[in-house]
């Protein structure tokens, strides 16, 4: 009995041994080593994985009028944020330092109901010439249904010119909580927080 507990005991020990050296061996190999030591290759599940998901994605119709002759809005980059609007004006628009205008797009939309088009600045005009949107972000309901019109701004100390179809400003269409699910309440006092009411450069410069 005693040789039976020393043999028990013994083969024990060396499936401890392998157990643990095949641990050490795991924790050396990474994701793709193991999944191909099993016949499976990672890269083609998490792709496989990824179709899958965004074939569960429906896409939201913003639905739009093109009244002009340009092309028509489009996002240059499946994960861009916005797309462009174009200038839709027949002569030369100047606008002089510290002046604003107003440009047409010939552009309509219909905005879903729990979303707003909003109207941003283009970084690139805003950098080299000073031209921004001047109420941006410019927010157009959804239940809006007139031509889509920018207000510019030059911030600038030298006039600048639009252009028929210059690239002024961009779309970006943004979920809002409206009516449906966000109500205005009147109340005496707000709950407590860390940073009460501090405002403008309360929380210091560096």
Do not use: C
């Given at each position: 009995?005693?040789?039976?507990?020393?043999?028990?005991?013994?083969n024990?020990?060396?499936?401890?041994?392998?157990?643990r050296?095949?641990?050490?061996?795991?924790?050396?190999?990474?994701?793709?080593?193991?999944?191909?030591?099993?016949?499976?290759?990672?890269?083609?599940?998490?792709?496989?994985?990824?179709k899958?998901?965004?074939s569960?994605?429906?896409?939201i119709?913003?639905?739009?009028?093109?009244?002009?002759?340009?092309?028509?809005?489009?996002?240059?980059?499946?994960?861009?944020?916005?797309?462009?609007?174009?200038a839709?004006?027949?002569?030369?628009?100047?606008?002089?330092?510290?002046?604003?205008?107003?440009?047409?797009?010939?552009?309509?939309?219909?905005?879903?109901?729990?979303?707003?088009?909003?109207?941003?600045?283009?970084?690139?005009?805003?950098?080299?010439?000073?031209?921004?949107?001047?109420?941006?972000?410019?927010?157009?309901?959804?239940?809006?249904?007139?031509?889509?019109?920018?207000i510019?701004?030059?911030?600038s100390?030298?006039?600048?010119?639009?252009k028929?179809?210059?690239?002024?400003?961009?779309g970006?269409?943004?979920?809002v909580?409206?009516?449906?699910?966000?109500?205005?309440?009147?109340v005496?006092?707000?709950?407590?927080?860390?940073?009460?009411?501090?405002?403008?450069?309360?929380?210091?410069?560096?």
């Amino acid at each position: 009995m005693v040789e039976f507990g020393k043999e028990l005991s013994k083969n024990m020990d060396n499936t401890l041994k392998q157990i643990r050296a095949h641990s050490k061996d795991i924790q050396k190999s990474n994701d793709d080593d193991i999944f191909q030591e099993v016949g499976l290759d990672l890269h083609h599940m998490e792709s496989l994985a990824t179709k899958t998901a965004d074939s569960f994605v429906t896409q939201i119709e913003i639905k739009f009028v093109n009244k002009s002759e340009l092309e028509d809005p489009f996002y240059q980059h499946p994960e861009d944020s916005g797309f462009d609007f174009r200038a839709n004006i027949e002569d030369d628009m100047v606008i002089g330092s510290l002046q604003r205008i107003l440009v047409p797009t010939g552009l309509y939309f219909e905005i879903h109901d729990e979303y707003e088009l909003q109207v941003r600045p283009r970084s690139g005009l805003a950098i080299k010439h000073g031209i921004t949107v001047l109420n941006t972000p410019g927010t157009v309901d959804s239940n809006y249904r007139g031509e889509i019109k920018i207000i510019l701004v030059n911030l600038s100390n030298e006039k600048y010119t639009v252009k028929r179809g210059d690239r002024i400003a961009q779309g970006v269409i943004s979920y809002v909580l409206k009516t449906k699910w966000a109500k205005l309440k009147r109340v005496s006092k707000l709950s407590y927080s860390t940073r009460g009411d501090g405002g403008f450069g309360s929380t210091g410069k560096s």
